[in-house]
């Protein structure tokens, strides 16, 4: 039994797989408490993995974001592969400080304040913008950067930022200008 805040199906606004389709499975509890978290994710409850799958097949979509709350928490490489088994493209949003089963498609990481990244390699950064030094960040063994103003309200610093780092792309929490989930 997993304890799941919740699942729907929307757009993914954010980052490299901006605007696709995906089936986002929340679930429920973090190991960090950052301070500008905008995730609703104490609540849950249990659901067997046949019922997490069932709710899934609801929808069309191929990917499925596992999301959170902190999911690498909860998962391992026989959850990831029974939505491989239905031919599922398995996507991550970890704040990266616990390792990750070796199958997942995709991994995205939003590192945290106070949380230490243990991950070897990740397929997007995703790092929330508040003025910090982000050229340590560089060094990482990341495919794409991308940094996001914080809730929205520092967009013309977190502009600036890029023009000056151009190895970082802006990502922007397209969801919420839409008013989707
Ligand atoms: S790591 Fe993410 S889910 Fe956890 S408290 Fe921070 S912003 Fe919220």
Known sequence: MRKINEIFYSLQGEGY???TPAVFVRF???????????????????MTDEAILEEVLKYPAEMVILTGGEPSMFIDEA????????????C??????????????W???SPKEGGKVVLPGMDELKLVYQGQDITPF??????HFFLQPCSGENIPETIQAVLEHPKWRLSIQTHKILQIK
């Open 17 to 19: 797989h901006v605007g």
């Open 92 to 105: 991550i949003e970890t704040n990266g400080t616990f390792a990750l089963p070796d199958n997942l498609d």
């Open 28 to 46: 429920s509890g973090c190991n960090l408490r950052c301070p500008f978290c905008d995730t609703q994710h104490e609540n849950g409850v249990f």
């Open 107 to 109: 991994i995205t990481c």
């Open 79 to 90: 959850f990831v592969e029974m939505f491989h088994g239905v031919g599922k493209f398995v």
């Open 138 to 143: 560089e060094s990482m063994p990341v495919r």
